[in-house]
C-alpha cells in the first residue's frame, strides 16, 4: 500500500545522486496524484520548470 508513494521517493533521491533527468521524470510519473492529474509531457515540462526554478533560485540539482 504504501510503496506506492515510496517507490517515486527512492526514484527521486536516485535522480538527485545521479543528476538523471529521466529518473526524475519516472519518478513524477510513478507519483499516483501526478500521474492522475497529468499527461506525460506535462509531467516532462513541470520538471524542467521545476529545475529552471531551483537553479535560478541557486539550488542546481541538475
Do not use: K
Request: aromatic share 6%; with cysteine; glycine share 4%.
Amino acid at each position: 500500500m504504501n510503496s506506492s508513494n515510496i517507490y517515486p521517493q527512492m526514484l527521486t533521491v536516485e535522480a538527485a545522486h545521479t543528476g538523471c533527468r529521466e529518473t526524475l521524470y519516472q519518478a513524477a510519473m510513478m507519483d499516483p496524484h501526478t500521474g492522475a492529474q497529468l499527461s506525460t509531457d506535462e509531467i516532462v515540462a513541470l520538471c524542467n520548470d521545476l529545475i529552471e526554478a531551483h537553479t535560478n533560485a541557486g539550488y542546481p540539482i541538475f
